[in-house]
């Protein structure tokens, strides 16, 4: 029996609707596993790689050394390095170099990155156009699948361009499934505390369908389990919007004058910050179980705009495709894609401030990282940056190195770390395409 099929929902006469937990005890289902204390995942993508070493490009990523982080580690002695714009989260990072995709890609090499890069699946068969689709479901779809919350779905979101050209690439419910991600922050946050586009929410979405709630509370078949989880979901219910009062009212404001706008390139980044407020707020209330941030599409053809000069195509730019004449203030694309990277640091920067203020950073499992390595499109070395230990299980404070070994130990290692393991408490040391090996990073683990 399907999870859909037992899921319960609450109307108010406004038509407002609540979505209950699964209540096995009304279906007459048998007992389900017992609920693990949540260690959420978050992923936030930025495309077309970093600015690390690779042929004659320099080494403008990566600390110097491997070993522990501080921020005096990143701040001083790697000041000039794109990282050191993480300094003030030292204490929660975990930095890892050395792992690679499996597979080369079936058509076009971002695509095939994407593909992988939360599946560690092989990529699908040729298309009409350059998208290839992922054989199997990303790391997000099965922690989410596997809670009770969200209609166990990930919260998936977006910000940036979208020019009809390869847009999501993350998130996969199955084989070739890509799921679709949400790019406006405004009808996000509306559907979240259950109001409509233009609907001011002012009671609480329990107290709208209270009478409904009683019932169901009084009903014999209710299992004393049921009940809990029942009331467990209630509280976050009121918790999430006790939260929302939280988000200044400049920054709601904000969310409804972007509405509509996340791929205007002036806005984009700030539409990406206005969803890392949402993505806090929905983890540390227990909404949702993992959620995704993409950042540009496929490629990322966004014109970044820094210290008032436009920059040529971020995907461009990474190819070193820019004339002299466009160079600006710059003497070198690397250092371009380097300050490019740096923007994007700063939102997860951004991202993990709103964690921890939520107090949910070091129970949770964040991840920075793109579906290539560097612009030429390779595919080893791709770039990882943790922060937070979820269930303990992660190292903090630390960069290390994997052992150039492919990346599904590293997504096995996250979901390990999210709390999930085998019924019999075994760590999960497989996921991704059965050819693969498998296995944990002994260099992650605390």
């Given at each position: 029996m399907s999870v859909f099929s037992r899921r319960r929902f609450l109307t108010s006469a406004s038509g407002l609707v609540l979505p209950l937990p699964v209540l096995?005890?009304?279906?007459?289902?048998?007992?389900?596993?017992?609920?693990?204390?949540?260690?959420?995942?978050?992923?936030?993508?930025?495309?077309?790689?970093?600015?690390?070493?690779?042929?004659?490009?320099?080494?403008?990523f990566w600390p110097r050394e491997l070993g522990t982080l501080t921020r005096s580690v990143l701040?001083?002695?790697?000041?000039?390095?794109?990282?050191?714009?993480?300094?003030?989260?030292?204490?929660?990072?975990?930095?890892?170099?050395?792992?690679?995709?499996?597979?080369?890609?079936?058509?076009?090499?971002?695509?095939?990155?994407?593909?992988?890069?939360?599946?560690?699946?092989q990529c699908g068969p040729l298309t009409d156009t350059v998208m290839t689709y992922a054989m199997g479901e990303s790391v997000d779809n099965w922690i989410a699948r596997h809670a009770t919350v969200n209609h166990g779905e990930p919260l998936t979101l977006y910000a940036g361009r979208r020019d009809n050209y390869g847009e999501e690439v993350l998130s996969y419910r199955g084989p070739q499934q890509l799921r679709g991600a949400d790019s406006d922050p405004w009808a996000v946050y509306q559907r979240l505390i259950g109001a409509g586009t233009g609907t001011v929410l002012r009671d609480s979405v329990n107290d709208l369908v209270l009478d409904q709630l009683i019932d169901l509370r009084l009903d014999t078949r209710l299992s004393a389990e049921d009940r809990t989880r029942l009331e467990l979901h209630t509280?976050?219910?009121?918790?999430?919007?006790?939260?929302?009062?939280?988000?200044?009212?400049?920054?709601?404001?904000?969310?409804?004058?972007?509405?509509?706008?996340?791929?205007?390139?002036?806005?984009?980044?700030?539409?990406?910050?206005?969803?890392?407020?949402?993505?806090?707020?929905?983890?540390?209330?227990?909404?949702?179980?993992?959620a995704t941030l993409q950042i540009g599409d496929r490629l990322d053809r966004c014109h970044y705009e820094i210290d008032g000069f436009r920059l040529p195509?971020?995907?461009?730019?990474?190819?070193?495709?820019?004339?002299?004449?466009?160079?600006?203030?710059?003497?070198?694309?690397?250092?371009?894609?380097?300050?490019?990277?740096?923007?994007?640091?700063?939102?997860?920067?951004?991202?993990?401030?709103?964690?921890?203020?939520?107090?949910?950073?070091?129970?949770?499992?964040?991840?920075?990282?793109?579906?290539?390595?560097?612009?030429?499109?390779?595919?080893?070395?791709?770039?990882?940056?943790?922060?937070?230990?979820?269930?303990?299980?992660?190292?903090?404070?630390?960069?290390?190195?994997?052992?150039?070994?492919?990346?599904?130990?590293?997504?096995?290692?996250?979901?390990?770390?999210?709390?999930?393991?085998?019924?019999?408490?075994?760590p999960i040391e497989r996921f991704g395409d059965e050819s693969l090996q498998g296995g944990l990073i002994d260099t992650m683990l605390a």
């Open positions: 096995p005890s009304l279906a007459g289902c048998k007992k389900e596993a017992e609920a693990r204390r949540a260690h959420p995942l978050v992923v936030m993508r930025a495309a077309s790689g970093v600015a690390q070493e690779d042929g004659d490009a320099p080494e403008q701040a001083d002695d790697n000041a000039d390095r794109i990282t050191a714009t993480l300094a003030d989260h030292a204490e929660h990072l975990l930095m890892v170099r050395g792992t690679r995709f499996p597979f080369a890609a079936s058509r076009e090499v971002h695509a095939g990155g994407g593909n992988q890069l939360l599946t560690a699946a509280d976050s219910v009121r918790d999430f919007e006790i939260l929302c009062g939280r988000l200044s009212s400049e920054r709601k404001a904000m969310m409804l004058d972007l509405s509509g706008r996340s791929a205007d390139d002036a806005v984009s980044l700030e539409v990406a910050r206005l969803q890392c407020d949402l993505i806090a707020l929905v983890l540390s209330c227990d909404q949702a179980r993992a195509t971020y995907h461009e730019l990474t190819h070193g495709l820019v004339s002299a004449d466009a160079y600006g203030p710059y003497t070198t694309t690397w250092d371009m894609h380097a300050d490019v990277n740096r923007l994007h640091l700063k939102v997860f920067a951004y991202l993990l401030d709103r964690l921890l203020e939520n107090g949910v950073l070091d129970s949770a499992v964040a991840v920075f990282c793109s579906d290539v390595a560097t612009g030429s499109h390779r595919y080893d070395q791709i770039p990882w940056i943790i922060a937070g230990r979820g269930d303990g299980t992660l190292r903090s404070g630390a960069y290390v190195d994997a052992g150039d070994v492919t990346h599904d130990r590293l997504l096995a290692t996250l979901l390990t770390a999210t709390g999930h393991r085998h019924d019999d408490g075994s």
